[in-house]
Every structure is written in C-alpha cells, then in structure tokens.
Nanobody, 120 residues
Framework: QVRLVESGGGSVQSGGSLRLSCETI????????IGWFRQVPGKGREMVSC????????PVAESVKGRFTISSDYTKNTVYLQMNSLKVEDTAVYYC?????????????WGQGTQVTVSS
C-alpha cells in the first residue's frame, strides 16, 4: 500500500523550532517530488516547500523563506521540514504529499497531516 506518514507536529512558542518528518511507505521517496503543504481552517492548502529528489531543486514559499528548510534522508525514505523562528501565523495542519510535474503540478497522494500550533 502506497502512503505517506507525517510526524513531529506539536505546540511551540513563537520563535521556537520544530522538525516535521514525512516517511514514504510502499515506494522510494528519492524517485518522487515530495511537497510540504499547510492548511488553516477555512482556507485551501498552501505549498510551503517541495523537493524534486536528490539532484533536484527545492522551491520555498515566500512566507517561510529563510525560516523553513526542506531536506531528505533517502536511506530512510523520509523528507523533513525544519521550521525555525516560528510565528503565530504558521499555525496550521501540515501535510506532505507526492507532487506531479517536478513540484509544479498537483498533489497526488496525501499524508494524514500533523498539527502545528504556535503561541505568542
């Protein structure tokens, strides 16, 4: 069965850090574009960052540039999202997903999501 499993969410104060993990089950992460998205109630999912693989590129949304970093450990089939200098407005449910067209297309397979809450 092909799926993605997120972990690492939680509650943190403004200025703190968290690292999210996205493990791929049933397929090798290195051959797919994997993106991190977030969603707040009442809004659509926003792509935060995406990686096209070990030799590809990793776009980052302007709202998190300089604070969030995407990385991978393909020996563990895991893609990470390191989040530093967190702000209250980063509060959301964070999802990882496979993305078509080298991070330019649509999300295809979603994880279940992990809640990140940043308090002031």
């Amino acid at each position: 069965q092909v799926r993605l499993v997120e972990s690492g969410g939680g509650s943190v104060q403004s200025g703190g850090s968290l690292r999210l993990s996205c493990e791929t089950i049933g397929f090798a992460a290195r051959y797919y574009a994997i993106g991190w998205f977030r969603q707040v109630p009442g809004k659509g999912r926003e792509m935060v960052s995406c990686t096209t693989g070990p030799y590809g590129y990793s776009p980052v949304a302007e709202s998190v540039k300089g604070r969030f970093t995407i990385s991978s450990d393909y020996t563990k089939n895991t893609v990470y999202l390191q989040m530093n200098s967190l702000k209250v407005e980063d509060t959301a449910v964070y999802y990882c997903a496979t993305v078509s067209d080298q991070c330019h297309g649509s999300a295809l397979v979603w994880g279940q999501g992990t809640q990140v809450t940043v308090s002031s």
